[in-house]
């Protein structure tokens, strides 16, 4: 199939505008088939609400996503619904849904899917709060993560920001006590997980399936220094799910009450609320 009419939504500033070189290749390629297409590049600002406003005054066939799993949250926040397929062209820093969909596939192969391939899958996306994502949602230690590492400005890259701010939240973050589907808990972290993997390749929830209507579950207890540093190559390599400070289970609601702002992310976007209630929204077609 063919597609005729892209829209490409592009994240000049992914890994530190290495991304640019990908969007070049593959506007080379759709121009080479004779495509048309417009391109929407990603500010920080109203992105979703540009997505929107250019979705419903033009009938686009696809969308082509070039960037990280945030430029893909931006853009099925931006979404009127949900039959325009997605074409996903990993760009950013983690990658986490596109190492899921392709399997190792070379980003020379995933810049022409959208000419050499026929099959679509499903994947499912959720709501938080309103707020729709598509791989993970966390809360407690990586969502302190994730506030930290975009509030601030580093020299440095930002995989290598991002590892100082885990080794940082290790040795000094706080566990809330909060509550969980009714249950009052203390915790280190809160997992609620679609795909396998999240974080720039975490293996959160490694049973997880991106099409069951069901999340995968993770919440830690509050534990000590050394248990978190024994726990994090455990969870890097998904070898956690059967550990004493792990609970684990299947889901398809979530409802998490605190007393205070808790730090969280969607898809490594950051929020922070006191309240978050999350649910199955709807599936998306994806090209693969």
């Given at each position: ?33 004779g495509s048309r297409y417009k391109v ?57 849904l596109a190492r899921m969909l392709y ?54 890259s930002s995989k290598t920001k991002y ?126």
């Amino acid at each position: 199939m063919k597609y005729k009419n892209v829209l490409i939504v592009f994240n000049p500033a992914s890994q530190g505008g290495k991304s640019i070189d990908v969007f070049n290749n593959y506007l080379t390629i759709i121009k080479e088939e004779g495509s048309r297409y417009k391109v929407i590049e990603t500010s920080g600002k109203n992105d979703a609400k540009t997505i929107q406003k250019n979705i419903s005054s033009n009938s686009f066939d696809l969308i082509s996503i070039i960037g990280g799993d945030g430029t893909i949250n931006i853009t099925i926040n931006g979404l009127l619904n949900f039959d325009t397929p997605l074409h996903i062209i990993p760009a950013g820093t983690g990658n986490d849904l596109a190492r899921m969909l392709y399997s190792g596939l070379k980003i020379k192969a995933i810049l022409r899917l959208p000419f050499e391939s026929k099959k679509i899958t499903a994947v499912d996306i959720w709501s938080c709060n309103q707020i729709k994502f598509i791989n993970g949602f966390g809360a407690g230690f990586d969502g302190a993560i994730a506030k930290k590492t975009r509030s601030k400005t580093f020299l440095f890259s930002s995989k290598t920001k991002y590892w100082v701010e885990i080794l940082k939240q290790i040795l000094f973050f706080r566990s809330p006590k909060i509550e969980v589907n009714g249950q009052k808990t203390a915790i280190f972290m809160i997992a609620a997980a679609n795909g396998k993997d999240y974080g720039g390749g975490f293996q959160v929830a490694p049973l997880a399936k991106l099409n069951d209507k069901q999340l995968e579950f993770i919440q830690c207890k509050n534990i000590n220094t050394p248990l978190r540093l024994f726990y994090l190559p455990l969870v890097k390599a998904g070898k956690h799910l059967n550990k004493k400070a792990i609970n684990y289970k299947r889901v398809n609601e979530l409802k998490i009450k605190s007393n205070y702002p808790l730090p969280a992310h969607l898809d490594g976007e950051p929020l922070c609320e006191k309240n978050y209630h999350i649910k199955y929204e709807n599936k998306i077609r994806v090209l693969v």
